[in-house]
T-cell receptor, first 114, second 114 residues
Framework: DSGVTQTPKHLITATGQRVTLRCSPRSGDLSVYWYQQSLDQGLQFLIQYYNGEERAKGNILERFSAQQFPDLHSELNLSSLELGDSALYFC?????????????FGPGTRLTVT | GQSLEQPSEVTAVEGAIVQINCTYQTSGFYGLSWYQQHDGGAPTFLSY????GLEETGRFSSFLSRSDSYGYLLLQELQMKDSASYFCAVRGLNSGGGADGLTFGKGTHLIIQP
């Protein structure tokens, strides 16, 4: 158990819909990262938040957005969903700074868009 | 940007030693990390190299040569539970000059045969 929690574990929705994925980082970790894993694209970095502020942005679509709240939990919002958005979405957390190469991943949310 | 190359699949025998290679291209370099992922599970951190040389952690070792943009993960005394996918990852620089999220290779599926 990494100490990172994600909800829900599974999500099935229709094209065009909007969903919100939730993540709680390990106690004490200020950085939260979101990753998308699919068979064709592999594991891709989406976005990072550090202590409530956006720190780095990767291959995140404009239809996707995220935020980190004062209690450090984070939410990833996916809108106008397409079939290609079906994937496993991971949240990870780390202590920023020297140890930031070591990220702790949550169990993931499996999103299926039908 | 960043890109990493690693073999898609490696097969080895229980009790043997296996090496998984990784070559990378990155603008800015914060070190090479290795992660393990079992089917349906979350990536878990294995090791990290910031400087050239070998890092040993139990049965696992990781090597880095920054001049060759190359690293490898060495697994000794292979056990059936080591059957998993192994990812190398780098954390480069984003456009703002700060550290980026992890860029992962496509992963190496390690098959252990009895």
């Amino acid at each position: 158990d990494s100490g990172v929690t994600q909800t829900p574990k599974h999500l099935i929705t229709a094209t065009g819909q909007r969903v919100t994925l939730r993540c709680s980082p390990r106690s004490g970790d200020l950085s939260v990262y979101w990753y998308q894993q699919s068979l064709d694209q592999g594991l891709q970095f989406l976005i990072q938040y550090y202590n409530g502020e956006e720190r780095a942005k990767g291959n995140i679509l404009e239809r996707f957005s995220a935020q980190q709240f004062p209690d450090l939990h984070s939410e990833l919002n996916l809108s106008s969903l397409e079939l290609g958005d079906s994937a496993l979405y991971f949240c990870a957390s780390s202590v920023e700074g020297r140890d930031s190469y070591e990220q702790y991943f949550g169990p993931g949310t499996r999103l299926t868009v039908t | 940007g960043q890109s990493l190359e690693q073999p898609s699949e490696v097969t080895a025998v229980e009790g043997a030693i296996v090496q998984i290679n990784c070559t990378y291209q990155t603008s800015g370099f914060y070190g090479l990390s290795w992660y393990q992922q079992h089917d349906g599970g979350a990536p878990t951190f294995l090791s990290y190299n910031a400087l050239d040389g070998l890092e040993e952690t139990g049965r696992f070792s990781s090597f880095l040569s920054r001049s060759d943009s190359y690293g490898y993960l060495l697994l000794q005394e292979l056990q059936m539970k080591d059957s998993a996918s192994y990812f190398c990852a780098v954390r480069g620089l984003n456009s703002g000059g700060g550290a980026d999220g992890l860029t992962f290779g496509k992963g190496t599926h390690l098959i252990i045969q009895p």
